[in-house]
């Protein structure tokens, strides 16, 4: 993946967001992360706190807090002296933390096809709905969105903390490189297929089914990552 190192960030680059007393750090590195995943924030550059204060309207101390957080996930770069940097995920690091995934996402749809209830299920066939929906328009920024949500709503509803917390550090750090995929039309048109077995198969109630559609897709996923390369 090409670098875009750059000393500083640009303000507005990202929509301001007022800081929340007690949780204003784990709110800017939401958004920090979200910047780093939509490619807003190129790996190698440089993170400056002074300029993501102005950008979040938060307190250098909140930012700093944002920052060792993401760094704990992999994302940012604690450098010496120097401050914070986007930390460059490989291709092939991205492929071994996806090869992680297969196991715990797959656990994950079985545990909640075990546990859903007729409200979840409900839920999930619309996010279905939506998905179709967006690629048969050619949205994939919204396609994008929804395949997002559809990976934490699996995570919540598996009832699973231990899986959830693993999974949420290590699809930070691949889903840059999942993202520039899904922006591709034709690659949509096949994912889309396979999130819709995804969730059928958990909607079924039928945690065997639902193991076995993840790690269809993400192998899907680690081949369709290889042929970009």
């Known amino acids: 993946m ?10 507005g680059s990202t929509e301001a967001v007022p800081e929340l007393n007690g949780s204003g750090g784990a709110r800017v590195a939401d958004r920090i992360r979200d910047a780093i995943v939509q490619g807003e924030y190129a790996p190698n550059q440089r993170l400056i706190e002074a300029d993501l204060s102005a950008t979040f309207s ?21 450098l010496p002296n120097r401050g914070s940097r986007v930390r460059a995920i490989s291709l092939e690091e991205a492929i071994e933390i996806i090869e992680v995934r297969i196991g715990v996402e797959g656990l994950c749809a079985a545990k909640t096809a075990g546990y859903l209830t007729d409200a979840d299920a409900a839920e999930l066939e619309g996010l279905r709905e939506g998905m179709f929906a967006s690629v048969a328009d050619g949205d994939l920024v919204e396609y994008s969105r929804l395949n997002r949500l559809l990976d934490v709503r699996i995570r919540e509803l598996s009832r699973h903390a231990t899986a959830s917390d693993v999974l949420g550090r290590l699809h930070a750090q691949s889903v ?9 039309p034709q690659r949509a048109k096949v994912s889309v297929l396979q999130h819709a077995a995804i969730i059928d198969a ?5 945690p065997d089914a639902a193991e076995r559609a993840v790690r269809d897709h ?12």
Do not use: M, N, Y
């Open 176 to 184: 840059r490189h999942q993202f520039k995929l899904s922006s591709r």
């Open 58 to 78: 938060a307190s250098r101390a909140t930012v700093r807090t944002a920052l060792l957080e993401l760094a704990s996930e992999g994302l940012v770069e604690r």
């Open 2 to 11: 090409d670098s875009q190192p750059a000393d500083a960030v640009e303000a």
């Open 202 to 206: 958990i909607v079924a109630r039928d």
């Open 218 to 229: 993400l192998l899907s996923v680690v081949d369709a990552l290889r042929e970009i390369a």
